[in-house]
């Protein structure tokens, strides 16, 4: 078909929840993956913080590209905040080089700048995505999480000749109302951006899960909890923590190893990884758990994932939020 007729013929419009299924069809042809029938609902219209603001290209009819940020609740220096997080970036392989994931993205800011005018926006980007929002959109790139890992044999050979407590350990399923007393034993959050750790979102962004088989597990120590983690539990043989946090972080060093421990245990996994924290006392913790970092540029766990800012101001609550300093992250952050 003309090209320049196919630009005619384009229509852009806001995202709409209705109808979402529209949006496998585009995911489908853009990723050669089938999603779940109800992945975009539980993205979109779920989220216990809101739902998207997106814009989309259609072209007779059918939905050719599409790009949306959602609503996440973070805490900012102790407060509550809103802040977005980029969503998957579509466009339709028959329609690509045509500019259309520029013009959704900056018809996105535009519509979420009258929503929200002092807008953060954090993504963590596909390689193939990554250039187009630092070189063509401005964003900022802020930091490439580096992964921690080991593999099961070494591990253990580490960690048995030290003496550990005793957890017992808890699976989560169905609801993470369970979760509250430990949930009400957390310190006051420390003086960075971070995912606000609730029941709501922990039930919706790891146990509702359509995508990705998750597990979340709360550990005790003499019958007080202690903590939560969340890993993802399947038969790749290997198993990724997204979440380790404790109701003392002084203990760390003491807690990490029996969780790393039973998280080999509960999935069977050869190796276990997860981003080098930004926080420094889970990093340490962490290393002296036995992960270690391939330091090289080849070889196993070599790939860095890119955090990437987007913002309305150059200051976001008194933070830069171009500078990793300001974030406090984990790999539950991403959808």
Same mark, same amino acid.
């Given at each position: 078909?003309?090209?320049?007729?196919?630009?005619?013929?384009?229509?852009f419009?806001?995202?709409?929840?209705?109808?979402l299924?529209?949006?496998?069809?585009?995911?489908?042809a853009?990723?050669?993956v089938v999603?779940?029938?109800?992945y975009?609902?539980?993205?979109?219209?779920?989220?216990?913080?809101?739902? !998207?603001?997106g814009?989309?290209?259609t072209?007779?009819?059918?939905?050719?590209?599409?790009?949306?940020v959602?609503p996440?609740s973070?805490?900012?220096?102790?407060?509550p905040r809103?802040?977005?997080?980029?969503?998957d970036?579509?466009?339709?392989?028959?329609?690509?080089?045509?500019?259309?994931?520029v013009?959704?993205?900056?018809?996105?800011f535009?519509h979420?700048?009258?929503?929200?005018?002092?807008?953060?926006i954090?993504?963590?980007?596909?390689?193939?995505?990554?250039?187009g929002?630092t070189?063509k959109?401005g964003?900022?790139?802020?930091?490439?999480f580096?992964?921690?890992?080991q593999?099961?044999?070494?591990?253990?050979?580490?960690?048995?000749?030290?003496r550990?407590p005793?957890?017992?350990f808890r699976?989560?399923t169905g609801s993470?109302?369970?979760l509250t007393?430990?949930?009400r034993?957390?310190?006051?959050p420390?003086?960075?951006?971070?995912?606000?750790?609730s029941a709501?979102?922990?039930?919706?962004r790891?146990l509702?899960?359509?995508?990705?088989?998750?597990?979340?597990?709360?550990?005790?120590?003499?019958?007080?909890?202690?903590?939560?983690?969340?890993?993802t539990?399947?038969?790749?043989?290997k198993?990724?923590?997204?979440?380790?946090?404790v109701?003392?972080?002084?203990?760390l060093?003491?807690?990490?190893?029996p969780?790393?421990?039973?998280?080999?245990h509960?999935?069977?996994?050869?190796?276990?990884s997860?981003?080098?924290?930004l926080?420094?006392?889970?990093?340490?913790?962490?290393v002296r758990?036995?992960l270690?970092?391939?330091?090289t540029?080849?070889?196993?766990?070599?790939?860095?994932?890119? !955090?990437?800012?987007?913002?309305a101001?150059k200051?976001f609550?008194g933070?830069?939020p171009?500078s990793?300093?300001?974030?406090?992250l984990?790999p539950?952050?991403?959808?």
């Amino acid at each position: 078909m003309d090209g320049d007729l196919i630009q005619r013929e384009l229509v852009f419009q806001q995202s709409s929840l209705d109808g979402l299924d529209r949006l496998s069809t585009l995911y489908h042809a853009c990723f050669d993956v089938v999603p779940p029938v109800n992945y975009f609902s539980w993205k979109y219209r779920d989220n216990p913080s809101g739902s !998207l603001v997106g814009f989309e290209a259609t072209h007779r009819g059918a939905v050719v590209a599409s790009y949306a940020v959602i609503p996440e609740s973070y805490v900012v220096d102790g407060r509550p905040r809103v802040v977005w997080q980029s969503m998957d970036t579509m466009t339709h392989p028959d329609y690509q080089r045509r500019g259309l994931f520029v013009t959704l993205a900056k018809m996105t800011f535009d519509h979420l700048a009258s929503v929200d005018p002092e807008f953060l926006i954090v993504g963590i980007p596909a390689p193939a995505s990554h250039a187009g929002f630092t070189k063509k959109l401005g964003w900022s790139d802020v930091h490439q999480f580096r992964l921690m890992f080991q593999e099961r044999r070494t591990f253990m050979a580490l960690t048995s000749i030290r003496r550990r407590p005793q957890l017992s350990f808890r699976t989560i399923t169905g609801s993470a109302t369970s979760l509250t007393e430990y949930l009400r034993l957390r310190p006051p959050p420390s003086r960075h951006i971070q995912n606000e750790i609730s029941a709501e979102f922990l039930t919706w962004r790891v146990l509702d899960n359509p995508m990705r088989k998750l597990e979340l597990v709360e550990f005790s120590h003499s019958g007080e909890p202690c903590g939560i983690a969340a890993f993802t539990n399947d038969d790749s043989g290997k198993s990724f923590i997204l979440l380790l946090d404790v109701a003392d972080p002084q203990q760390l060093p003491r807690l990490t190893p029996p969780v790393i421990k039973h998280v080999f245990h509960r999935t069977g996994a050869r190796v276990v990884s997860t981003w080098e924290p930004l926080d420094r006392q889970l990093r340490n913790a962490y290393v002296r758990s036995g992960l270690m970092i391939n330091p090289t540029q080849r070889g196993p766990m070599t790939f860095r994932q890119p !955090l990437i800012t987007y913002s309305a101001k150059k200051s976001f609550e008194g933070f830069d939020p171009t500078s990793p300093s300001s974030f406090s992250l984990q790999p539950v952050m991403q959808d």
